[in-house]
């Protein structure tokens, strides 16, 4: 064994220890209330969590944890104190499992809210029906409370999108009630303790994928901010075995219970020219609601959305930039949404965000809500412009609801540089004047000159 290998088992060895040493074992879950919301796409999981030490010590950080299998599909955690305060989590991650580490202000006893959204849990099962069946879906979870602390009593609850169960795992003590399913309370339940359950039910909620989301903002500091939306959805669900039957579509209204005719998008309540058209031109088979706090966009594709079938369009409008962008001196910040809500329990793939500043903004500054990927800045020409524009680019992946929150990107510009499109137009057109009138009064005859040199000779 050389030198590096040994370097590299004792740093392996000593993170190992530090994360054993940052388990305090001492340390319980006294009682544990799990929620499972498996009722759309999603999978919802909330904790109530009441902390009890051993030695009646103060309970600095706690650390909640995930198995492999769930890491790779939660979403987003977000944790909570008993007073609704927001607590900030430290994730770290290894080859078995995910922990996010929170601390604790200092109290006995103390109640933790954490609430972890998972995307893609849910397995249609069979993956292909035929354009008339139900669609059922798997999912696999686990009875017992994953927790690297010893858990004395908790029990879960399990809220399906129907009452039409096939099958689940009977784990005593455990019960279905309409559209519930109940597991414990179990007692005593040592750190790291799992016990698979699989729960098979109808579930005809729209299954649908945004795969990829491109949203551009463009800021005009002449009162506009103009945003535009290229989309692209699958519907994730089961696929569709067998050909499709209009006829039978709109003769049964039962026909495709599984099937996506129209969903719900969200827009600011100011949004204004209001835009839904795909390669093929306009949608016409849209509605739009002005509602006291948003505009509501009816949208439906111009064909329904069977398993496996995609839609591709763009959606566009316009805010009044005094909503949404701040000015102190030659400072400006632009607050606005990282994404809208598209339609009820998305989920987005990959998220593309471009914001186009207005020529000549200089010391850009991005904060965002959650950790983003970064691209490299460009430029963006249009009319009138000499130098570009900035333009501002961020990736996110795997969002969901939870996601939509506000960044903030901070620029510095100067208002003299607001004359410089006005002054273009000026000088152009007087160019333009200026050829004109040098354009009139050149001669360029031949007429005049030959009628000169007759009478000359004469």
């Known amino acids: 064994m050389n030198f590096k290998s040994s370097i590299t088992i004792f740093l392996v060895f000593l993170i190992s220890l530090t994360s054993c040493n940052s388990i305090d074992q001492e340390v319980e879950n006294k009682n544990v209330d799990r929620t499972i919301d498996i009722t759309s796409q999603l999978v919802k999981i909330t904790y109530k969590i009441t902390l009890e030490h051993k030695s009646k010590k103060p309970i600095t950080n706690y650390v909640f944890v995930l198995p492999i299998n769930e890491c790779n599909k939660v979403s987003i955690v977000t944790a909570r104190d ?107 339940i040592a750190p790291n303790t799992k016990h698979e359950i699989v729960v098979h039910y109808e579930n005809n909620t729209p299954f649908m994928t945004i795969t990829r989301l491109e949203r551009t903002i463009e800021i005009s500091l002449w009162g506009n901010v103009a945003v535009e939306e290229t989309i692209d959805i699958i519907h994730s669900g089961a696929l569709l075995k067998g ?33 839904y058209r795909d390669i093929n031109g306009n949608i016409s088979t849209s509605a739009m609601r002005i509602l006291k706090d948003s505009v509501e966009l009816d949208l439906r594709p111009r064909f329904p959305l069977f398993g496996g079938w995609r839609t591709h369009y763009t959606v566009g409008y316009n805010v009044p930039s005094f909503e949404y962008l701040f000015q102190s001196g030659d400072n400006y910040m632009l607050k606005m949404r990282v994404l809208d809500h598209v339609f009820d329990d998305m989920i987005v793939d990959e998220l593309i965000t471009k914001v186009i500043l207005p020529e000549g903004s200089k010391n850009i500054k991005l904060v965002t809500p959650y950790t983003v990927e970064r691209k490299p800045d460009s430029l963006h020409f249009t009319y009138l412009d000499i130098t570009g524009r900035p333009v501002i680019t961020f990736r996110k992946t795997n969002l969901v609801e939870n996601h939509i929150n506000d960044f903030n990107l901070k620029f510095n510009f100067s208002r003299i540089m607001m004359l410089q499109e006005p002054l273009l137009v000026v000088v152009f057109f007087y160019l333009i004047f200026l050829f004109v009138i040098i354009w009139t009064r050149l001669d360029f005859s031949i007429i005049k000159e030959r009628e000169s040199q007759h009478l000359h000779k004469d």
């Open 243 to 275: 050909s499709f039957s209009r006829y039978d579509y709109q003769k049964d209204s039962r026909s495709g219970p599984a099937s996506v005719k129209s969903y719900k998008t969200i827009l600011p309540a100011s949004a204004t020219g209001v835009y």
């Open 82 to 188: 008993a007073a609704k305060k927001e607590l900030k989590l430290t994730t770290s991650k290894n080859s078995e499992e995910c922990a996010y580490t929170m601390t604790l202000s200092a109290g006995s006893n103390p109640v933790i809210y954490v609430e972890a959204v998972f995307s893609k849990a849910l397995e249609p099962y069979p993956v292909a029906i035929p354009q008339s069946e139900r669609q059922l879906v798997r999912y696999f979870g686990s009875a017992y409370f994953y927790s690297p602390y010893k858990t004395l009593s908790q029990k879960t609850t399990i809220h399906l999108a129907s009452k039409s169960v096939e099958s689940y795992t009977q784990l005593k003590p455990s019960s279905q009630n309409d559209a519930q399913i109940f597991y414990g309370p179990y007692e005593n």
